[in-house]
């Protein structure tokens, strides 16, 4: 089975937030890159289990994105992945982006395809289901749990109160979330190698932008709380009742 | 021309997020002096002609049993089916787990732009821009749709529900239902408890609460409010609570008009997943808790002797 990861970069969960250039970017100045989390924990980690568990498995790592996401995908390397291809292209639009990703999947012909459950920067959760629509394949998304049999997975996925487990055939495509696999440190010999791993470069195949970003604001600043006496709790519950009127 | 609203049902009944998506399609169709139209797929007991009452004037329904097990694939062709049918320009989904699945699909399927996480009405006076959170609630992102068909989907909690009198026209769609790839083997629906991505009142709780066996206190509040209960990611990687539970950047973000926090000081990463509540409480012993903040009301006291006087004091308010 030969598996893709994709992995995007991502500020830091801790970076400040802020945008210059009439706020039209995000400043990047002192801000710390990761993988993003979801990404690295959970698509990643299950990648390198399911080889793990099945050394004819093959895991290689996709990103899209310019040069500085190279050090994005040492990172990601040294956890673990044979290798990496990076499609040189920097784009907001999802559609452009799982175009790049589903060209590097057929053409190379992976069975199976993980995301992220969504990029913590933009939050577009799109990206896997749009790789799928591609594909033409189907598409598992949110899963909690992967395990796989033959040309047989057996997916568990998030729905509203609970969870729902599916049998579906490869080829597919799977966004992780919790659930999936524990976070992993990376160890000495996992950095030392990564430097060693095949990192290609690609240009990437035309697609045109279907949404541009116009623009972005900050969340105007809360009033300030409203400290109660530890001794009059009955006030806070006045409180939410006649002023914030949420019960 | 039409709004066309996908109208997601759960075990045959319409959920409540797909009631905000019909009330704000309905907005949309107003604003663009057009008609709101709704799809269904799969059987179901509700009325779907008194769904007229939210906005929308007709229903386009697949009453097909095989429906009622959801595959994003098999769905994605008959919405694109009421798509064409309905002659829709803009498409509605909610951003929950059904519309994540489908509406970046629609939008390769159709080329047609998505938004997903819309929190506002679009923008139309020039072009068709919509606001949506980023950076995990910490921003928000303008996005200017570029196609001549739009998909938006719509964050839950985040437009409210508007009901008028009206009644729906419902027609079936006569599109053939292909058979799809998933077939689902179990459905483990976590019993008698307020589902937490749905819910509008959210307790919560932190590490500040001890232990497992201390989480009476926190059922006992939630139980007064109806509410479903929550926990930050230390808890529940502890094993204290269900991994289910865990809110936050890497855990589940949700909006709802109440979040009270517990015992949980506040991390910026914490703060991701319930920043978009409209009413934030703090209960936590340290006054320097930086979860205060970002909070509405707040105390400064020992969660294990304030919360069940909060827990007495609203069951006298009902
Ligand atoms: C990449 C990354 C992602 C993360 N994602 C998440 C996430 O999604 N969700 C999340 O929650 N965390 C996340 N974290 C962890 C986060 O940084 C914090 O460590 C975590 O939120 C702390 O949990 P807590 O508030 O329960 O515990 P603590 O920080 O230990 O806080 C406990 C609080 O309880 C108070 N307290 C103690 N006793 C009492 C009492 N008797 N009465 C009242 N108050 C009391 C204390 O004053 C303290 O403020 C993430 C971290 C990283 C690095
Ligand atoms: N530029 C990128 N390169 C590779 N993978 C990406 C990129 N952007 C997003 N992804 C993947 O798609 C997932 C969902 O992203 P999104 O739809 O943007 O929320 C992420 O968790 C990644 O796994």
């Known amino acids: 089975m030969k598996i893709l990861v994709c992995i995007s970069k991502t500020p830091d969960t801790t970076a400040k937030i802020a945008f210059t250039d009439n706020n039209t970017k995000f400043a990047e100045a002192g801000v710390q ?23 004819d498995t093959i895991v290689h790592l996709v990103t899209v994105g310019g040069p500085d996401a190279d050090p994005i995908i040492r990172k990601a390397l040294a ?24 060209d590097v999947a057929k053409t190379d012909g992976y069975d199976l395809v993980f995301t992220g459950k969504e990029t913590i920067d933009y939050n577009g959760s799109s990206i896997g289901g749009m790789v799928a629509e591609l594909l033409d394949q189907p598409y598992v998304p949110l899963a909690i749990k992967f395990d796989i049999n033959g040309i047989t997975a057996t997916v568990t996925r998030e729905i509203e109160g609970g969870e729902e487990v599916c049998e579906v055939n490869l080829p597919l495509t799977v966004s992780c979330q919790k659930g999936m696999a524990e976070q992993r440190i990376p160890n000495m010999k996992g950095i030392m190698g990564a430097r060693t791993k095949p990192l290609t470069v690609r240009q990437p195949v035309a697609a045109e932008a279907l949404t541009t970003v116009a623009g972005f604001e900050l969340p105007p600043a809360k009033a300030g709380v409203k400290l109660i006496p530890a001794d009059n709790p009955a006030e806070l519950v006045r409180l939410l009742h006649e002023e914030a009127k949420v019960i | 021309m039409s709004v066309l609203i996908f109208i997601d049902l759960a075990e045959g009944h319409v959920k409540k997020a797909s009631l905000e998506a019909i009330s704000y399609g309905a907005a949309i169709a107003e604003q663009l002096n057009t008609t709101a139209e709704g799809v269904v797929l799969g059987s179901t007991q509700e009325d779907l002609a ?74 139309t006076s020039n072009g068709f821009s919509v606001k949506k959170n980023v950076f995990s609630g910490k921003a928000f992102a303008t996005i200017k749709v570029n196609t001549p068909v739009k998909i938006i989907s719509l964050n839950p909690n985040a437009y409210k529900i508007s009901s008028t009198e009206a009644k729906a026209e419902v027609v079936k769609l006569n599109t053939p239902v292909e058979p799809g790839h998933i077939k689902i083997t179990a459905v483990n629906k976590i019993k008698g408890e307020v589902s937490l991505s749905e819910a509008e009142i959210v307790v919560s709780g932190g590490r500040g609460l001890k232990g497992p066996e201390n989480w009476g206190l926190v059922e006992d509040l939630a139980k007064s409010l109806h509410a479903a209960t929550a926990c930050s990611r230390p808890v529940a990687d502890s094993g204290w609570r269900p991994h289910h539970e865990h809110v936050g950047q890497t855990g589940l973000a949700i909006a709802p ?24 409480v703090v209960i936590n012993k340290d006054p320097e808790a930086p979860f205060f903040k970002a909070a509405d009301y707040g105390i400064v006291g020992d969660a294990f002797e304030v919360v069940p006087k909060i827990t007495e004091a609203i069951k006298q308010l009902k």
Do not use: C, M
């Open chain 2, 50 to 123: 008194a769904l007229g009452r939210y906005g929308v004037q007709k229903i386009h329904h697949v009453n097909n049993e095989t429906l009622n097990h959801f595959d994003a694939q098999v769905y994605t062709k008959l919405i694109a089916a009421a798509a064409t049918e309905s002659n829709a320009t803009v498409i509605i989904f909610s951003n929950n787990v059904d519309g994540k699945a489908i509406a970046p699909r629609l939008s390769v399927r159709l080329k047609a732009g998505l938004v997903a996480g819309a929190i506002a009405l679009p923008d």
């Open chain 1, 33 to 55: 890159w990761i993988i993003n989390p979801y990404d690295e924990w959970y698509a990643l980690v299950r990648a390198i289990e399911l080889r793990e568990k099945d050394p």
């Open chain 1, 79 to 102: 956890l673990g992945g044979e290798e990496a291809i990076r499609v040189n292209l920097q784009s907001q639009d999802s559609f452009v982006i799982a175009t790049q990703i589903a």
């Open chain 2, 257 to 280: 008009n109440l979040y009270i926090a517990i015992g949980i000081s506040g991390a910026i990463q914490h703060l991701a997943g319930v920043n978009r509540s409209k009413t934030i």
